[in-house]
């Protein structure tokens, strides 16, 4: 139980175009998604939480707009990275929390890479 | 501020036991994880401790003393496909998690 599928896996995208990414908890409702991102040979960064149905909240530093966040569902979360370009390239990791907080089930990742 | 301090890279031999420490300064505790990721996947959940003491769950053992901010994570009959990093995480009085920059363990036959 308590698995999250991730898609795309990987994706190369031109600059300045944008790119969505979609998190799905696929056994379990999760009302809390969260996003994180990985530079190599880093810790992650937790980027965002979002509850199903409300507006996501934001880390300090991390700019809402060009990040949006959708959790239009108990199963489904999205990020989409608008106007890409090449150093928003990073491992993009979602996990998803059925209740409590402490039981964050990490997606496989999604690896974006912005030429 | 919140820290979290784990030894970068550490090494062991196959069949061997290894202890990655994690010591931790945050505003406040409400439980500690401990992450394996493997490179370039997700992070897989190891454990989860909120009272002090020693957790046990197969190979892998966890390990917390709230008062001296500091867990450990103890592998047994280290295998070749525990050659990973692994992430040590608290939450914060905020429930924030402040995670580690994880530890890279390197086995070698």
């Known amino acids: 139980g308590a698995v999250v599928s991730q898609h795309p896996s990987w994706v190369i995208c031109k600059s300045g175009t944008s790119v969505k990414i979609e998190c799905r908890s696929l056994d379990f409702q999760a009302t809390t998604m969260f996003w994180y991102r990985q530079f190599p040979k880093q810790s992650l960064m937790l980027m965002a939480t979002?509850?199903?149905?409300?507006?996501?909240?934001?880390e300090q530093g991390v700019e809402k707009d060009k990040f949006l966040i959708n959790h239009a569902s108990l199963t489904l979360s999205t990020l989409t990275v608008t106007s890409a370009h090449p150093e928003d390239s990073s491992f993009y990791i979602c996990?998803?929390?059925?209740?409590?907080?402490?039981?964050?089930?990490f997606g496989p990742g999604t690896r974006l890479t912005v030429t | 501020g919140q820290n979290i301090d784990q030894p970068t890279e550490m090494t062991a031999t196959e069949g061997a036991i290894v202890q990655i420490n994690c010591t931790y300064q945050t505003s406040g505790f409400n439980g500690l994880f401990w992450y394996q990721q493997h490179a370039g996947e997700a992070p897989t959940f190891l454990s989860y401790n909120v009272l002090d003491g020693l957790e046990e769950k197969g190979r892998f053992s966890s390990f917390l003393s709230r008062s001296k901010g500091y867990s450990y994570l103890l592998l047994k009959e280290l295998q070749m496909k525990d050659s990973a990093s692994y992430l040590c995480?608290?939450?914060?009085?905020?429930?924030?998690?402040?995670w580690g920059a994880g530890t890279k363990l390197i086995i070698k036959p």
């Open positions: 995480a608290v939450i914060d009085s905020n429930y924030q998690l402040i």
């Open positions: 979002s509850n199903e149905g409300s507006k996501a909240t934001y």
């Open positions: 996990s998803a929390s059925a209740g409590e907080f402490y039981e964050q089930y």
